[in-house]
Every structure is written in structure tokens, then in C-alpha cells.
């Protein structure tokens, strides 16, 4: 009996399945211990400027994690691990200073369950609660809780970290791993992770800052030492001084030195009697959004030369970081920022602060196509921090502004307050949190404009 055209394809086809399945079974379960591990890694574009090179003579750990990405639609991730603490210092620190982190999928082990909660605002983030080990097992510990730091004896259970990596992430991957362990703890743990085939899936390692200098140093050898030439990246990560190794590097100021970098009190380019005017948000409030809008929709329909400088807090652009776009096309300014009520009494971690609030703030613009090159701030001129470390950034620090909110609120006449303040260079500002401050910002802009000047010369 002859077989029709279709009969003959589909036994094709079948044939070649079955040649397929026979070729995996003998070919590669003799040679898959002569593939190395990297051979799909290249796949991942680096998100840093650090690179890390494949070990050619590693073995191949996961055959299967290979078949899941041939036959599964398969993107590969950006993962952070966060192995260790309690509040989530560390998520935060990531979230707010390292390269593209909104796109990292975050998993923290954490031992103590009631800090769970801290840690559900965040997207794209798992809570585990467990704490990295060398095994699955349970072991006593002494803890506190969210609600009680009273320090008692509590059952944990420890995850084999190096067994939970190969089950749950993908050569492919770019993995940055944090082992917030003491300094006792890291060795083993490291050399745990070293045995296993599947530790060079991790491109970035931190280990926690540990007091006893010498002990920390000891550590760091000894990782170097067992990572015998390959570039993989090793960090000190501190969250009591929210820093870790390489924060400037991964950082660069952005603008340009001597064009931008200075602290501003005055408008060289006004002329007599006239005046910049900046508009600035201490806080994100029900209401700020709506104030906000309506001056600038004023601006929008009454196109004006003296067009005002806006600052907003971190607090604002954090809340609703898809508006910046639309806020600063309208309008110049930056972000308005307080470095004295930071209530820390460490004078390094404070500079670290500062210095990270303003990276916050530089990367949110940056999201948005923009790049921040201001900062304002009402009360600052006790505080020099914030200056050196606005101008390493090369960002401009306004400050010395007259505020003229009160005086407005309180009804007094817009050119009789103009005539108590100095006829020339000042700038004057405003506090948009204050309630139907908005309807005296639009009659300032409408009947006074003749004695304002933009904001924009200001940095000339």
C-alpha cells in the first residue's frame, strides 16, 4: 500500500523526535561533564561596568535548567539575594543607589517572621523566611522581634543557599549576592557556595562589614584567594553606614564640573527690583498634587517669559515618579531637600545619607529622560555637607532664598512685600504645602510678572 504525501511527513517528523531524544541520551549524558557551565551565560548584557568571564574548564551543572530555556519562553533576570538582617536596610539601600534596580527581582532570607510586613511594599520582592546556610535544617537562635528586642531563644530554619540558587535561578542570570553573616559564619558559607558548580553563577558577592577590622580583612583574603583569577566581583556592604564598596563607582556625578557644582543665593542677571521666584514642596500631601497642577496648567495656557523655579521632595518624586516627565517640561527646577532632620549622630553615615538621597533623586530623573542639576533647600546655611557633596555631584545648591509664604498667606500686599526685601538679585520663594497657596501663586504670576524674571537666569 502506497502512503499519501501527509503519512510520509508526519513519519518524518517522528523520526526526528525520536533521533533528538536518542541524541540527548547518549551524546550528551557522555559529554555534558566536558561542557562548561558559561556556555549560555554571554547570553545576559551586563547591567554594570563590571564583566565577568566564563570559566572555560567548569563543569555543567543543570542540564535541565539548559532545557527549560530551549523549549520555555525564558528572559532572563536581574536578581539581588539579600541573605541576613531584619528591617530591610539592605532592600532599600539597593532600591535607592545600585544601576538599574527596579529591574532586579529581590529575595531576602530573613530569620525573624514578624518583620514581614516591612518588606511587602516592595515589588518584585520575595520574603523567605529562613537564613542562609551550608543545609536544610533547624537550629536555635537568639532573637529579637519587630514588636520586642527583648533577645530570646528561637527555632530557625537555615536554607542551603547554594541548593536554593540552583533551583531557583538560571545560569543566564546576573545574580548579586549579599551574606549579611557574621564574619565566623562567611567562610563556611563561602566555601559551601565554592564546591558547588553553580557558585559561578553569581557575578557580584558582598559580605557584611564587621567591626573587628581584622577579621573582616582575614575574610576578604580568603575569598580572594579561592576565587584564583576569575572576575568575579567581591564588596564590602554596610548598612549601619548605608554603604557598600563599590556605591560611587556604580555612581558618577553626572553635569558638568565648574558649569554646574555651585551654591547659588542670588540672580547675577536680574536687573533692579526684580526678582526670581522658586516654588518648593516639603512634603508629598493630599493636596500638593492638586496645587501643583493647577499652577502649572496656568503656566501651560499663559505662556510667561518669568517662568518660576519648582522643587519637589524625595518624598514626591518617590510617590509619583511617572509625573516628573510631565512637571519638568513645563517648568525648571529640581529637588527640594533638608539634610538637618535627619536625627543620625554618625557624621560618616550622614554624608552617606545625604549623598544617596541625592543618587536617589538623580536616577529617578534619569528614568524620565531628564537630568536633575538642582537642589534647594530654605535652612542650610549652618550645614556645609550638603554644599561638598552637592557640587561632587555636580549639582547646583540653591539657598538664601527670602521666603515669602507667610506674608502672602497672610494677606499682606504683593508689591509691599516686594518693597522689604532687597531691590536687586534676590530670590524670592514660596511653600506650596500651605493650603489655596496655589490662587496666590497665579496672582503673583499674572499682575506681577513685570518685576519677576526666570528662574532659569538664576544659574547663568
Not at 558559561?38 to 542540564?63: A, I, L, M, Y
Not at 505662556?303 to 519638568?328: K, N, Q, V, W
Request: net charge neutral.
Amino acid at each position: 500500500m502506497r502512503l499519501s504525501a501527509g503519512w510520509v511527513k508526519c513519519m518524518h517528523v517522528v523520526l526526528c523526535v525520536l533521533v533528538g531524544i536518542l541524541f540527548d541520551h547518549f551524546v550528551l549524558k557522555n559529554f555534558e561533564n566536558k561542557s562548561p557551565v558559561f556556555e549560555t551565560r554571554d547570553g545576559h548584557q551586563n547591567p554594570e561596568t563590571f564583566t565577568h568571564v566564563p570559566s572555560s574548564s567548569h563543569q555543567r551543572s543543570s542540564k535541565k535548567k539548559d532545557l527549560d530555556r530551549q523549549f520555555k519562553d525564558y528572559l532572563p533576570r536581574l536578581i539581588f539575594i539579600n541573605c541576613g538582617g531584619t528591617f530591610p536596610v539592605s532592600v532599600q539601600l539597593f532600591l535607592d543607589t545600585y544601576p538599574q534596580s527596579l529591574k532586579y527581582t529581590i529575595f531576602s532570607f530573613i530569620p525573624e517572621i514578624s518583620y514581614k510586613p516591612l518588606y511587602s511594599v516592595y515589588r518584585q520582592h520575595t520574603f523567605i523566611h529562613g537564613m542562609c546556610g551550608t543545609s536544610h535544617e533547624t537550629v536555635k537562635i537568639q532573637s529579637g522581634s519587630l514588636t520586642d528586642s527583648t533577645i530570646v531563644n528561637k527555632t530557625a530554619n537555615v536554607i542551603d543557599i547554594a541548593a536554593w540558587i540552583l533551583e531557583n535561578t538560571h545560569p543566564d542570570e546576573y545574580i548579586v549576592l549579599k551574606l549579611d553573616l557574621d564574619s565566623t559564619k562567611v567562610i563556611s558559607t563561602f566555601e559551601h557556595l565554592t564546591k558547588s558548580d553553580h557558585f559561578y553563577w553569581i557575578n557580584k558577592l558582598y559580605i557584611r562589614n564587621d567591626t573587628n577590622s581584622s577579621r573582616i580583612d582575614a575574610v576578604i583574603q580568603t575569598l580572594k584567594e579561592t576565587f584564583q583569577g576569575n572576575e568575579k566581583y567581591l564588596g564590602i556592604w554596610d548598612d549601619n553606614l548605608a554603604d557598600y564598596s563599590d556605591l560611587k563607582i556604580l555612581n558618577p556625578p553626572h553635569g558638568t564640573p565648574f558649569i554646574s557644582g555651585r551654591a547659588i543665593n542670588e540672580c547675577k542677571e536680574s536687573a533692579k527690583g526684580r526678582f526670581a521666584l522658586m516654588l518648593y514642596a516639603t512634603e508629598f500631601t493630599p493636596g500638593i498634587n492638586d496645587s501643583i497642577t493647577i499652577v502649572l496648567d496656568f503656566i501651560r495656557s499663559n505662556p510667561i517669559t518669568s517662568t518660576p523655579g519648582l522643587f519637589l521632595s524625595l518624598e514626591y518624586f518617590r510617590m509619583l515618579e511617572s509625573d516628573i516627565t510631565g512637571i519638568y517640561s513645563t517648568v525648571n527646577g529640581g529637588l527640594w531637600y533638608n539634610c538637618t532632620d535627619k536625627g543620625i549622630t554618625s557624621t560618616a553615615k550622614r554624608k552617606n545619607v545625604i549623598r544617596n538621597d541625592m543618587i536617589k533623586a538623580e536616577n529617578i530623573f534619569n528614568s524620565s529622560g531628564l537630568v536633575l542639576k538642582n537642589i534647594f533647600n530654605t535652612g542650610i546655611n549652618s550645614v556645609k555637607d550638603i554644599y561638598k557633596i552637592a557640587m561632587a555631584r555636580n549639582l547646583n545648591v540653591y539657598h538664601g532664598a527670602h521666603d515669602i509664604t507667610l506674608k502672602t498667606k497672610h494677606g499682606d500686599i504683593i508689591p509691599d512685600i516686594l518693597k522689604d526685601n532687597p531691590k536687586n538679585k534676590f530670590i524670592l520663594s514660596v511653600n506650596m504645602n500651605e493650603p489655596q497657596i496655589d490662587m496666590l501663586i497665579i496672582n503673583l504670576l499674572t499682575f506681577h510678572r513685570s518685576i519677576l524674571i526666570d528662574f532659569k537666569a538664576c544659574g547663568i
